[in-house]
């Protein structure tokens, strides 16, 4: 049961180096499948997810092997299974994305129902929809799904809501599909854009990643390449706002400031200097106090729920009220409670939060729900006067790439400590 231990109230200042985008790199990794070559993959953030990846494609029968820093060398060509054992898969959601890829590589899959961050009910049937277009038939038991696809084609497939999921999902079955697949209403983040230039590098033929309709044209194989994964935009976001949230001035680098575009204008709004550079950002948020301002999360380019917590707690310390929509997840409020614990005073009336501004939040101890729930009590934690411990931080520690290293290289006064397990606690 490792925590943080953050004493809080010190401006954060210096450079931070954004690490690979997780978000991408957990579509890109189950990807390598459609390879019939070696993949050298770099900007691969140090996270958990990934590591959880990597375990299981090498059960698989891949060959996974770190070159240097953060390179890292996949071959798939000798993959045996595909099957994805249970227990590590149930450890992260992008585990879902081998019934895409061994789907793609093999017409068969057998993946166990993934896990995740629990933010309301997470439905696959958008990814279901879109496999069963594609000629696969699709069973759901024990705990598994199976796919059976013996020649995939082609299809015309409008999803019903606009899934990040469920858009790399059937991307990576119809890449190797008989004909032309259209895909509409589909997602729009920058890790699908990622995903499909990746695959392009494989040389499949994909068009419009980054608009509503994305078009493939299925190609008969696919081969190695050398890929570099953008940098993550919700971590960069979340420096961004922990910079400002301590009244601190920092310059972010690895950024491409177009995809923070939703984050920097709700920042700038509320007071915050925002410079964008090239490939760097820098927040100074040097002033007396921060103005309220309305936040609603919606799919991109709106603000992404992945920073809504993050957001709230920075809108928190702002003069006046500010009301927070969560426009995506059914439950994205759960670290509220652990925020009140801190003195914020916020009340929530189901996917609305209302926001009263208090001058200073105090440090106490709190648990971190989920990932991004964890990252915004860490920035509660550096602006909060006092002592924060924060519980559970192995949610963090999936999405953040050396977390504390690179919060104590900004000045933070945070450590991560282990403690010894107390056992079963009585829960009442
Ligand atoms: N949805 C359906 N049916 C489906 C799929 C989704 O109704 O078949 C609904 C969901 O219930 C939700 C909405 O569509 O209300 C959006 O879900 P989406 O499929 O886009 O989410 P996801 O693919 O499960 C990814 C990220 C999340 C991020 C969301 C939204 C990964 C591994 N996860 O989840 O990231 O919040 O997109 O941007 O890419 C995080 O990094 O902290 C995180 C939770």
């Not at 231990?5 to 990807?31: C, F, R």
């Not at 259209?182 to 994909?206: M, Q, T």
């Not at 926001?355 to 990932?371: E, Y």
């Amino acid at each position: 049961m490792d925590k943080y231990v953050i004493n809080g109230g010190k401006p954060l200042y210096g450079e931070v180096t954004v690490s690979g985008a997780k978000n991408a790199a957990v579509a890109i990794i189950p990807a390598t499948i459609l390879a019939q070559g070696p993949c050298l993959l770099e900007n691969i953030p140090e996270i958990s997810d990934v590591g959880h990846l990597f375990e299981i494609l090498t059960m698989m029968g891949a060959t996974v092997r770190p070159v240097s820093g953060t390179s890292v060398f996949i071959d798939t060509s000798d993959l045996s299974s595909h099957k994805v054992p249970e227990d590590l898969a149930r450890q992260l959601r992008a585990s879902y994305y081998f019934l895409g890829a061994l789907m793609g590589r093999f017409g068969e899959a057998d993946v166990p129902l993934p896990g995740g961050c629990d933010l309301g009910v997470r439905p696959i049937d958008q990814h279901i929809k879109g496999f069963e277009a594609l000629g696969a038939s699709v069973n759901i038991g024990h705990g598994y799904v199976g796919i059976k696809a013996e020649n995939p084609v082609g299809s015309h497939i409008y999803f019903d809501v606009v899934s990040v999921g469920a858009t790399i999902n059937v991307m990576l079955a119809a890449v190797r599909a008989k004909g032309l697949t259209i895909l509409e209403n589909v997602a729009k983040e920058p890790h699908i854009v990622d995903l499909a230039n990746f695959l392009n590098s494989l040389g499949a033929d994909i068009r419009g990643a980054g608009t509503d309709v994305i078009k493939i044209h299925g190609a008969e194989q696919l081969h190695g390449t050398n890929y570099s994964i953008i940098p993550d935009q919700i971590e960069a976001g979340t420096y961004m706002v922990a910079a400002a949230a301590t009244k601190g001035n920092v310059l972010i680098r690895n950024v491409i400031p177009k995809h923070m575009e939703a984050i920097t204008e709700k920042l700038v709004k509320t007071g915050v200097s925002v410079v964008e550079y090239d490939d760097a950002i820098r927040v100074s948020g040097e002033t007396d106090s921060f103005q309220h301002v309305n936040v609603k999360t919606m799919p991109y380019p709106g603000f992404p729920t992945d920073m809504q917590p993050q957001m709230t707690t920075f809108l928190s310390l702002a003069e006046g009220t500010s009301i927070v929509t969560e426009g995506v997840w059914d439950n994205r409020f759960k670290y509220i409670s652990e925020l009140c614990r801190m003195g914020a005073s916020i009340s929530v009336d189901g996917k609305v939060a209302v926001v009263q501004g208090v001058p200073a939040l105090s440090g106490a101890s709190v648990r971190a729900a989920d990932l991004r729930a964890g990252a915004a009590l860490v920035i509660a934690g550096l602006a909060a006067n006092g002592k924060t411990e924060i519980e559970e931080i192995h949610h963090i520690e999936r999405g953040y790439t050396n977390l504390v290293e690179k919060l104590r290289s900004l000045g933070a006064d945070i450590e991560r400590i282990s403690v010894p397990d107390a056992g079963p606690a009585c829960t009442g």
